[in-house]
């Protein structure tokens, strides 16, 4: 599904060049559950953005499903984003004066998909993440927890090939955060690939694969036995 | 860009942010509001000014004789000129589709008035029925002498406020009374009132014919008045009463034998002339106006430009959710565009109704001296609406292409 090789990635502070992500080889196959680790400043979000074409990489390779993903121009990386990725962000990153429902229907907006359907299509993954009830709240009446639901599902209402979330869990406390993490599984129980960034083990030992970053390099890339969040609930 | 897709976000977005949208189109209202008030505060202006100016500085030329000061034609100079019924009446026939009103006038020297134990001297002079709109004067009460007194050498006079306050006292109603002029019966058929105040108002008018007769004027005139028909601009007026002046001069030097270049034998008094100052003060007026629209719009533009440049700020994050949900960079700025077009328009067009009722309906009702009639030519406001927007769009522009440039991390980093 994912394919990179020898990704590099530097960004100019003043004067200075620093170099983040020094040469990455990393694979993801299809219906995997990956969290990337690592310290602050280990490279991590970096890799995620590039991943989620937020981003742009110097050097190196990026083939997504089969497609290159280079020299994108805004226009077709849009496109992209809208086609393949779906995204999940700490600060969950809904628009504040739309309720769930609008916020779930955004991506498929701009799919070109007709309201009526938008509607439904949306109420659906509403009601997978079990927040049927609340579709006509805004945001700001809503739980941390809540928030992050609707926002998976929002991610998922493109139907994306890659579900990426970045701390998804950093913003809540562990129950919700098991919560959130139980709802991730459930999905990618259905065959959804997807890339988890955090720095708590606990959240990445309920994945399938730990990939560890460290100073801009992957130092360790190990299967582990997943713990199932609803154990931990 | 006119989707209907389009168009349920923009709602959609306008319906949850009110107190933004209602920010936009207030101060887009009222600076429309603003300025079609002032453009009809200034026309109004306009308007009581030209009023005013119709009403004191008539366009009246006055023509009177003196003294030859060259010799022609063999005649020593020192002649006294002196204006016969005929010129009066060949200018009167030449002109008489130029002109609006028209009269000559003889004086009557030492005009002592009495009435009964009272007594006044007043100028007293014999002139035609126009005299009384060349004068603006006003009855008070009776009427003005007319043609068939004229005609019929009627002995009767119209009298001056002033002069009916002088002479009938206790308020006696000086109306069928007979007053005496150097000893003669005239009786009086009305009182006359004038904006030029007291001293126009001590004045004595009775028929030009009977003037001559009584006071043996044979047919000598002192002066003559005239007035042309109104034109549509100062400049127009202007020509023709320069026109007028100088044919009139011709014919009389003419008629009378006087050096074309003798400066003194007749003389014209052109008002228009003075006028010009009033059209200027008028032009001032315009100007005066126009400037403070056009800083208006611009201040308007100005402000309309930073309501768009917050708006943009403010929504930077909701962009870059926007593009990382998959909008792209165009869609954007058409969201945005569309936007604020639609709620400056919609705001625009009630600033402009809102001004332009009131203008209709309270415009009329404005009785002060300087201001009449305000009113606002509508295509001009209709452009001021268009030069808001197409400003506001172009203001909102830039900085809605500059957030759709920015990466969506920077737009979603966390502050």
Redesign the interface.
């Known amino acids: 599904m994912i394919e990179i090789r020898d990704l590099h990635k530097s960004y100019k502070v003043g004067s200075n060049s620093l170099h983040v992500l020094k040469g990455i080889n990393f694979n993801v196959a299809e219906g995997e559950l990956v969290s990337i680790m690592g310290s602050s400043g280990s490279g991590k979000s970096t890799l995620l953005?590039i991943l989620?074409m937020?981003?742009e990489a110097d050097e190196g390779s990026y083939t997504l499903d089969g497609v290159v993903i280079k020299n994108l121009n805004?226009?077709i990386a849009?496109?992209y984003?809208?086609?393949f990725l779906g995204?999940v962000?700490?600060?969950f990153?809904?628009?504040?004066?739309?309720n769930a429902l609008?916020n779930v229907a955004?991506?498929l907006?701009?799919?070109?998909i007709?309201?009526g359907e938008r509607i439904d299509k949306a109420m659906s993954y509403l009601e997978k993440v079990g927040l049927a009830d609340w579709a006509g709240h805004l945001p700001n009446e809503l739980s941390g927890g809540q928030k992050q639901r609707v926002a998976i599902a929002?991610a998922l209402a493109?139907d994306p090939k890659v579900l990426l979330a970045d701390e998804p869990t950093g913003a809540l406390d562990s129950k919700t955060s098991y919560d959130v993490m139980n709802l991730i599984q459930e999905i990618n129980d259905e065959g959804r690939t997807i890339l988890v960034v955090t720095h708590e083990p606990d959240i990445a030992a309920m994945t399938k694969r730990i990939v560890n970053l460290k100073d801009g390099r992957i130092i360790q890339d190990t299967q582990v036995n997943q713990v199932r969040a609803q154990e931990n609930v | 860009m006119f989707e209907l897709e389009r168009w349920e976000e923009i709602f959609d977005t306008i319906r949850k942010n009110k107190l933004r949208t209602f920010l936009t189109g207030l101060s887009v209202a009222s600076g429309i509001f603003i300025l079609v008030i002032l453009l009809g505060i200034g026309e109004g202006m306009r308007n009581g000014i030209s009023q005013e100016f119709q009403r004191d500085a008539a366009n009246i030329i006055y023509v009177y004789t003196g003294v030859t000061s060259k010799e022609y034609k063999g005649l020593n100079p020192g002649r006294r000129i002196q204006m016969k019924n005929e010129d009066f009446n060949y200018t009167a026939l030449k002109h008489q589709d130029d002109l609006e009103y028209k009269s000559s006038i003889f004086r009557i020297w030492n005009g002592i008035v009495n009435f009964g134990k009272e007594s006044g001297s007043y100028r007293v002079e014999g002139v035609y029925p126009d005299y009384q709109f060349l004068e603006n004067s006003g009855m008070v009460e009776g009427r003005f002498v007319n043609y068939k007194d004229h005609e019929n050498f009627e002995k009767v006079v119209a009298i001056g406020k002033k002069v009916r306050d002088d002479l009938f006292k206790d308020g006696k109603d000086p109306l069928g009374e007979y007053v005496q002029i150097s000893g003669i019966n005239f009786k009086v058929i009305g009182v006359f009132t004038d904006p030029g105040g007291e001293r126009e108002e001590s004045l004595v008018f009775m028929p030009l014919s009977t003037a001559q007769r009584v006071f043996g004027g044979a047919n000598n005139i002192a002066n003559m008045a005239f007035t042309l028909e109104p034109e549509d601009n100062f400049e127009a007026a202007l020509a023709a009463s320069n026109y007028f002046s100088t044919e009139i001069e011709n014919q009389l030097k003419e008629t009378h034998t006087i050096a074309p270049e003798d400066e003194s034998a007749v003389s014209i008094n052109n008002s228009l002339e003075n006028a010009k100052r009033f059209y200027d003060l008028m032009d001032m007026i315009k100007f005066f106006f126009w400037g403070v629209g056009i800083c208006t719009i611009i201040a308007g533009v100005v402000g309309v430009s930073n309501i768009m440049l917050i708006i943009v700020k403010e929504r930077t994050r909701e962009i870059g959710i926007r593009k990382a949900l998959g909008a792209e960079p165009l869609s954007i700025v058409g969201m945005v565009l569309h936007e604020s077009i639609f709620v400056t328009a919609i705001a625009g067009f009630i600033g402009l109704i809102a001004s332009l009722m009131l203008l209709e309906f309270v415009g009329p009702l404005i009785e002060t001296q300087y201001i009449s009639n305000p009113a606002v030519n509508f295509n001009v406001a209709l452009t001021t609406v268009f030069i808001l927007v197409i400003a506001g769009a172009i203001a909102g522009f830039f900085p809605a292409w500059r957030a759709a440039r920015i990466k969506p991390i920077e737009a979603l980093r966390d502050e």
Not at chain 1, 109 to 112: A, D, K, V
Request: positive net charge; proline residues 3%; without cysteine.
């Open positions: 953005n989620g937020l981003d805004e226009k849009a496109r984003r809208n086609k995204f962000f700490q600060s990153n809904l628009i504040s004066y739309k609008d955004l991506p907006y701009y799919q070109g007709k309201r929002r493109s």
